[in-house]
């Protein structure tokens, strides 16, 4: 069974742009959440998304939106890139919003580099 | 302010070495904390625990909770050079309203087993 998937991998933008990370959950999975994670901390939490529905977002300007589709795949898109918007930006499944079994997994990430 | 504090930052230390690394938190309404190994990109579950003294193992790793203390230990025997990684604490938070919970991440423990 496939993982979590992100794409693009790695993408490289200037400031001003905006960007569209996308991700697919383990099939199956119905909630998805999204994390930032910058050199040399820890990912910290920017969405979560359980049935459609946006059901967590945390302390991230609105220059940050997400959704999720009817097929569960999730999309983040951040517009007017900052230079302190670069990161790793971790997508992870859970079977249910919750995390009632705890495990929440985890895709290899979009690294984001904006010049 | 929710924080998730870790230490050490970074560690050293030789195959075979055991290694104790530390987690601390100060959080409103805990639910949870989980570890995770971050090796590359994606973050791979290792532990959750919610009940405080009973202590989870898995092959040389194991980890407890202390909740009133407020913190939580994990310890690798026997340590082997694949065990090199970063190694994450995040704490579960509850969250009302009909919200799901998000982790709280540290900055995580860089582990770097020699041979």
């Known amino acids: 069974d496939a993982g979590v998937t992100q794409s693009p991998t790695h993408l490289i933008k200037t400031r001003g742009q905006h960007v569209t990370l996308r991700c697919s959950p383990i099939s199956g999975h119905k909630s998805v959440s999204w994390y930032q994670q910058v050199l040399g901390q820890g990912p910290q939490f920017i969405f979560q998304y359980y049935e459609k529905e946006e059901r967590g977002r945390g302390n991230f300007p609105d220059r940050f939106s997400a959704r999720q589709f009817p097929n569960y795949s999730s999309e983040l898109n951040v517009n007017a890139l900052l230079l302190g918007d670069s990161a790793l930006y971790l997508c992870a499944s859970s079977i249910r919003g919750g995390m009632g079994t705890g495990e929440l997994f985890f895709g290899e990430g979009s690294r984001l580099t904006v010049l | ?115």
């Open chain 2, 1 to 115: 302010e929710d924080k998730v504090v870790q230490s050490p930052l970074s560690l050293v230390v030789h195959e075979g070495d055991t290694v104790t690394l530390n987690c601390s938190y100060e959080v409103t309404n805990f639910r949870s904390l989980l570890w995770y190994k971050q090796e590359k990109k994606a973050p791979t579950f290792l532990f959750m625990l919610t009940s405080s003294g009973i202590e989870k193992k898995s092959g040389r790793l194991s980890s407890i909770l202390d909740k009133k203390e407020l913190f939580s230990i994990l310890n690798i025997t026997a340590t082997q050079t694949g065990d090199s990684a970063i190694y994450l604490c995040a704490v579960l938070l509850w969250r009302g309203g009909g919200s799901q919970g998000n982790l709280i991440f540290g900055k995580g423990t860089k582990l770097s087993v020699k041979p």
